[in-house]
C-alpha cells in the first residue's frame, strides 16, 4: 500500500496545467496572528503564499479570487474578524490592487465583470455557517467564481470545509498550490524513510486534539518527548498531584494508554523530572523549581524545570529527525519561557533534520531567533500532526493526481 505522503505528492500541482485565461480560485490560509489592536504580528502566512498567487499573475490568470478564513466567528459578520487588515498588506507585499468582496451573493458578477486581470479577496469564509459544515450550497457558489481550483492552505488541509474540500466536486480542474507542495515533500523526508533515531516532541495546550493522535504516532516515531501542559496530563496518570496544574482530566486515560502502548511498540517515552511552578500566573512572584511529584499546594506547573531540559536536550541530541509542535511552558510570560526557548536551541543546534510545527511553536522559536536553524518550519499544527498519523488529508483528497 502506497503511503499517505506519497499519495499526496501525487497530487497535481499548479505547473502541469495551464491557467492562462482562466478564472483561478486559491484557498490560502491568511490566518494569521494579530495584537489586541488587531495588527498583524506575524505575516508569515501571507508570504508564504505569495508563490502561488504570482505564478497565476505571471501567468495570465484572468482573474484570481483568493479565499481564507481568519479567526473564529461563530458562522456570521464579526467585525474583528473582518479581512480588511490583511488585504492592506496583501496589497503592500504583492505591490498590487487587490479588490475587496465584502459580500459572497454579489461576488460572481464582481468576478466575471472584470476583463483585465485582477486580484480579489473574499471576505472571511467562516462568517457563512457552511464552511465548516463543508455545505454543498457554498461549495457550489465558490465553485462558480472560477475555472481552476487551487489549494494552497496546508495549514487548515485537515479540515473538512467547503473552501477546503467541497469545492472540488464542483470543479474539474484542481491542483496543489507551491506551499501545499513544499510542506508534503519537508514532511516526506522526516516520514518516508527517516534517518533513525526519530524524535516527536509534543508540548503545549491543545491537550484533547493532540493527545488522541499519539497512539497512531506510537507506530512511527522511536522517542516521544512530552512537556508543556501536555505533559501534566501524562504527569496525572502516573498518579502524581498536579494542583492547580492545566491538564484533562477526560484524557488521563489516554495518557495511561498511550505509555502502555509505548512500552507495546519500544518507543522511549521522556516525561518531566522537574518543574516551574507559580501560584499566579499573572503574578508570578512565588516561583519554584520542585520534582513533578511535589508541586506545592495551590500552585501549577507551568514550565519544563532545568533538569528535565538536560534530559530532553540529551534525548534530542541522540536524534537523527526531530519533530516538533507545542511549547514545553507558558513561553509568553518571561518567567516561564526558558524551558520551551532553551529547548529550541539544543534542538537547532542539533545535528538532525529539525521540522517545527503549531502556530505556538514556531512563533516561540522565532521570539527566542532560532527560525532560520530549523530545516523546515511548517505552517501547520494540526495538519502537520494528522499527516504524522499515517492520514490523507482532506484538503488532497479530491485534487487531480499526476497519473490518475
Ligand atoms: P501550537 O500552537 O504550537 O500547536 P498549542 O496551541 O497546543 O501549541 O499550545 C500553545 C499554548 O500552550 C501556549 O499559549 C502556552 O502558553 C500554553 N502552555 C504550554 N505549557 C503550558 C502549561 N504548563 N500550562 C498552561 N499553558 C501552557
Ligand atoms: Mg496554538
Redesign the pocket.
Known amino acids: 500500500m502506497t503511503s499517505n505522503i506519497k499519495y499526496m505528492s501525487g497530487v497535481k500541482g499548479l505547473k502541469d496545467i495551464d491557467v492562462d485565461g482562466q478564472r483561478v480560485l486559491i484557498r490560502v490560509d491568511f490566518n494569521v496572528p494579530v495584537d489586541s489592536h488587531n495588527n498583524i504580528s506575524d505575516d508569515r502566512r501571507i508570504r508564504l503564499a505569495l508563490p502561488t498567487i504570482n505564478y497565476c499573475i505571471d501567468h495570465n490568470a484572468k482573474s484570481i479570487v483568493l479565499v481564507t478564513h481568519f479567526g473564529r466567528p461563530k458562522g456570521s459578520f464579526n467585525e474583528k474578524y473582518s479581512l480588511v487588515h490583511i488585504k492592506k498588506r496583501l496589497e503592500r507585499l504583492l505591490e498590487r490592487k487587490v479588490e475587496f468582496i465584502k459580500d459572497l451573493e454579489s461576488s460572481k458578477d464582481i468576478v466575471c465583470a472584470s476583463s483585465s486581470q485582477e486580484i480579489f479577496l473574499l471576505e472571511n469564509i467562516r462568517f457563512h455557517e457552511g464552511e465548516k459544515q463543508n455545505d454543498k450550497g457554498l461549495s457550489k457558489k465558490l465553485a462558480s467564481l472560477c475555472d481552476l481550483y487551487v489549494n494552497d492552505a496546508f495549514g487548515t488541509s485537515h479540515r473538512k470545509h467547503a473552501s477546503t474540500h467541497g469545492i472540488t466536486e464542483f470543479v474539474d480542474t484542481k491542483v496543489a498550490g507551491f506551499l501545499m507542495m513544499r510542506e508534503i515533500e519537508a514532511f516526506s523526508k522526516a516520514l518516508e524513510d527517516p534517518v533513525r533515531p526519530i524524535a516527536l516532541v509534543i508540548?503545549?495546550?491543545?491537550?484533547s486534539?493532540?493527545i488522541t493522535l499519539l497512539e497512531a504516532v506510537l507506530q512511527k516515531v522511536d522517542k516521544l518527548i512530552i512537556?508543556?501542559?501536555?505533559?501534566?496530563t501524562f504527569l496525572k496518570a502516573q498518579g502524581y498531584d498536579m494542583q492547580k496544574?492545566?491538564y484533562e482530566e477526560d484524557f488521563v486515560s489516554t495518557a495511561a494508554n498511550v505509555l502502555q502502548e509505548a512500552k507495546k511498540f519500544g518507543v522511549k517515552v521522556y516525561l518531566p523530572v522537574d518543574?516551574v511552578i507559580t501560584d499566579s500566573?499573572e503574578k508570578p512572584i512565588n516561583v519554584r523549581v520542585v520534582p513533578a511529584q511535589d508541586i506545592l499546594e495551590g500552585f501549577?506547573?507551568?514550565?519544563i524545570g532545568p533538569a528535565t531540559l538536560k534530559l530532553f536536550t540529551q534525548a534530542v541530541e541522540l536524534s537523527n529527525t526531530i519533530i516538533w509542535?507545542?511549547?514545553?511552558?507558558?513561553?509568553?510570560?518571561d518567567n516561564?519561557s526558558k524551558g520551551?526557548f532553551k529547548l529550541a536551541s539544543a534542538i537547532a543546534d542539533c545535528y538532525a533534520y529539525t521540522i517545527v510545527?503549531?502556530?505556538?511553536?514556531?512563533?516561540?522559536v522565532d521570539k527566542c531567533g532560532e527560525s532560520d536553524n530549523f530545516s523546515f518550519i511548517s505552517t501547520g499544527?494540526?495538519a502537520s500532526l494528522e499527516l504524522l498519523e499515517g492520514k490523507i488529508l482532506p484538503g488532497f483528497k479530491n485534487l487531480n493526481r499526476v497519473v490518475e
Open positions: 508540548g503545549g495546550a491543545k491537550i486534539s493532540k512537556g508543556g501542559a501536555m505533559s501534566n496544574s492545566l518543574v500566573i501549577m506547573a507551568v514550565d509542535n507545542g511549547p514545553m511552558g507558558i513561553y509568553e510570560i516561564f520551551t510545527g503549531g502556530g505556538d511553536t514556531a512563533d516561540a499544527g494540526g
